[in-house]
T-cell receptor
């Protein structure tokens, strides 16, 4: 069974703090990786894709470690508006494999 | 640009009643289509996915079914709802190895 594991949190951090989430995946053949953000009672929305070389988008940095099969998301200078649940998503290639596997999410609360 | 429409946004149905949720995608062709369910405080559970018209793969045995009568239309149905069918239902589409895009979801409460 292909699994994606995340620390459910909640992570309660003050404004301006740096926070990091990790996610592990079980299938070493996984090909594509994403971080999604889900606000309460809303649909998940793509935050960023995760590339092998790592990538940065403003205050957000994503890293991929294939050897250890984990993905990380770093948020710098946290804002109140960053409060949400962050979902790790993995896509596995292979014949007939069209599934995206979602972690259960890590809840972040940024406190004034 | 591509858009995905899902309706209704909220639904309250009695136990034993039928269900039909519809999802349509605009601005793309031959997308992979997905139905997910998210129970309160839980992760996303894949229910069905489709890679083409009339092609449905079921991931979880249950009293739900899905159909894809047109390329960009995906329907989730049930003949008789159970209390355990309550949840947040999300339709999504994607192309090949790209990210998935979600509709706004339907919050179903079975009473």
């Amino acid at each position: 069974r292909k699994e994606v594991e995340q620390d459910p949190g909640p992570f309660n951090v003050p404004e301006g703090a740096t926070v990091a989430f990790n996610c592990t995946y079980s299938n070493s053949a996984s090909q594509s990786f994403f971080w999604y953000r889900q606000d309460c009672r809303k649909e998940p929305k793509l935050l960023m894709s995760v590339y092998s070389s790592g990538n940065e988008d403003g205050r957000f940095t994503a890293q991929l470690n294939r050897a250890s099969q984990y993905i990380s998301l770093l948020i710098r200078d946290s804002k109140l508006s960053d409060s949400a649940t962050y979902l790790c998503v993995v896509w596995d290639s292979g014949a007939g494999s069209y599934q995206l596997t979602f972690g259960k999410g890590t809840k972040l609360s940024v406190i004034p | 640009s591509q858009t995905i429409h899902q309706w209704p946004a909220t639904l309250v149905q009695p136990v034993g009643s039928p269900l039909s949720l519809e999802c349509t995608v605009e601005g793309t062709s031959n997308p992979n289509l997905y139905w997910y369910r998210q129970a309160a405080g839980r992760g996303l559970q894949l229910l069905f996915y489709s890679v083409g018209i009339g092609q449905i793969s079921s991931e979880v045995p249950q009293n739900l079914s899905a159909s894809r009568p047109q390329d960009r239309q995906f329907i989730l149905s049930s003949k008789k709802l159970l209390l355990s069918d309550s949840g947040f239902y999300l339709c999504a589409w994607r192309l090949d190895i790209t990210e998935a895009f979600f509709g706004q979801g339907t919050r179903l409460t079975v009473v």
